[in-house]
């Protein structure tokens, strides 16, 4: 018998967890996807981060989209460039809030497999 259970979201990086016969015991508890996710948990920039994709989302026009570095650039404006992993990743997390889609090209991406340059939105419904 196969046992497969919904994917869950990393609490860190908001990366897809899918199911593996190694976290049968504990599925229900998983919260990170690795060691080092769980080591460094969230911090304040990173709840920082979140707030600020948000507001900079709010500030504009409900089809309007953003790029990391905007959210980065309003938490930290001299390192800025050091946020921006930590800016996707506050990104994948309101995804999977379902608050924000994220973009390439125009079209909505899965967050956990997104290489390259992407843009983040408001979600729309309907």
Do not use: F
Not at 36 to 46: G, V
Not at 86 to 98: E, S, T
């Amino acid at each position: 018998m196969t046992v497969t259970l919904e994917p869950k979201t990393c609490a860190r990086c908001g990366r897809t967890m899918e199911w593996r016969k190694a976290w049968a015991r504990n599925w229900d508890q998983m919260r990170y996807c690795s060691d080092a996710c769980r080591r460094h948990k969230l911090t304040a920039t990173d709840e920082a981060l979140e707030a600020s994709i948000l507001d900079l989302l709010d500030a504009r026009a409900a089809s309007a989209t953003i790029c990391p570095s905007e959210a980065a650039r309003a938490v930290d404006p001299e390192g800025w460039r050091d946020l921006m992993e930590p800016a996707r990743q506050a990104a994948r997390r309101l995804v999977a809030r379902d608050e924000v889609e994220i973009t390439q090209g125009g079209h909505v991406v899965d967050p956990s497999h997104a290489r390259g340059p992407i843009r983040i939105r408001r979600v729309r419904r309907g």
